[in-house]
């Protein structure tokens, strides 16, 4: 005779399992955001979406000043609570239904959806004034610096992003510490 109870308990064991890794791969443990693989996943959604729909959405890439400096003066530890501490700054100042996560090392990007680079901008703002006031471990305040990008500008996913990223090169190279959009 099969025992269809302990078989019930086998399949919940493995879609708890399922379930737990599945997590653990689209959370950044750090930082507690989207990790870049679940990122590229919503993006290349919310890009389709809006395309099939005409729906605007933007995209912020940011990233920390001198970070290198901060790792080199303090320590990796210290660096990676920097890091820690950056993740509920961005979540408590973004809407729900936008989506960041840690885009690689020190850059973390902000999926804006229905959203004009203007208003994002606002947002970018925030976000600066907010890491300005949180504490971190280090001497210094904490700047960063961001680059704005609209689907209306770009249709193709891929030259979004590196606009966006030209943008941010652009911020880090006139002075940091500003958010350059269209």
């Known amino acids: 005779m099969f025992d269809i109870t302990e078989d019930e308990n086998q399949k919940r064991e493995l879609l708890h399992k399922s379930t737990f890794w ?3 791969a689209e959370i950044d443990s750090l930082t507690k955001l989207y ?6 996943e919503k993006l290349s959604s919310i890009h389709q979406y809006s395309l099939l729909n005409k729906k605007n959405y933007s995209i912020l890439l940011l990233d920390i000043d001198h970070f290198k400096n901060i790792n080199d003066t303090y320590g990796h530890l210290v660096g990676d609570q920097v890091l820690n501490r950056i993740g509920p700054v961005l979540r408590s100042n973004i809407r729900e239904v936008d989506i960041a996560a840690r885009y690689g ?3 973390f990007l902000i999926i804006f959806p229905n959203l004009a680079s203007e208003n994002a901008r606002i947002i970018g703002e925030r976000i600066q004034q907010s890491l300005k006031n949180t ?3 280090i001497k210094h305040a904490l ?3 961001a680059g704005i ?3 209306h500008e770009k249709q193709d996913l891929v030259e979004l992003l590196e606009l966006a990223d030209e943008r941010l090169y652009h911020a880090k190279h006139t002075g940091r510490n500003r958010i350059v959009y269209s």
Not at 35 to 40: D, F, K, M, P, S
């Open 22 to 24: 599945r997590a653990r």
């Open 35 to 40: 990790t870049r693989a679940a990122l590229n």
């Open 105 to 107: 090392g020190e850059e």
């Open 135 to 137: 504490d971190f471990p």
């Open 143 to 145: 700047t960063v610096s």
């Open 149 to 151: 990008a609209s689907n």
